[in-house]
Nanobody, 117 residues
Framework: QVQLVESGGGLVQPGGSLRLSCAASGSIFNFNVMGWYRHAPGKQRDLVASITSGGSTGYADSVKGRFTISRNNAENTVYLQMNSLKPEDTAVYYC???????????WGQGTLVSVSS
């Protein structure tokens, strides 16, 4: 089974940037879609950005123009570049991979992003 491991979280000031990484233990072509979710205290887990095996991307309205999802197939890694960070971006960020057939739904352990002055 493919495992996902996130890294790159931390404390950053408003307006700053961070890049999250999601490294897969196997090929990311195991997944039809990979995405980044976030879970803020007191809120539900929300999809932030996604990328298909063909490279198509999608973003939540709240992060459009600030966040960029990308993938490096050779390194089996998906990235989330986060710019112009705001305090409301504070959350635990999770990497997810979904395969439709046979079904597979994999999650990483999460990485904390804190945006504060």
């Amino acid at each position: 089974q493919v495992q996902l491991v996130e890294s790159g979280g931390g404390l950053v000031q408003p307006g700053g940037s961070l890049r999250l990484s999601c490294a897969a233990s196997g090929s990311i072509f195991n997944f039809n879609v990979m995405g980044w979710y976030r879970h803020a205290p007191g809120k539900q887990r929300d999809l932030v950005a996604s990328i298909t095996s063909g490279g198509s991307t999608g973003y939540a309205d709240s992060v459009k123009g600030r966040f960029t999802i990308s993938r490096n197939n050779a390194e089996n890694t998906v990235y989330l570049q986060m710019n112009s960070l705001k305090p409301e971006d504070t959350a635990v960020y999770y990497c997810n991979g979904v395969r439709w057939r046979p079904s597979l739904d994999a999650w990483g352990q999460g990485t904390l992003v804190s945006v504060s002055s």
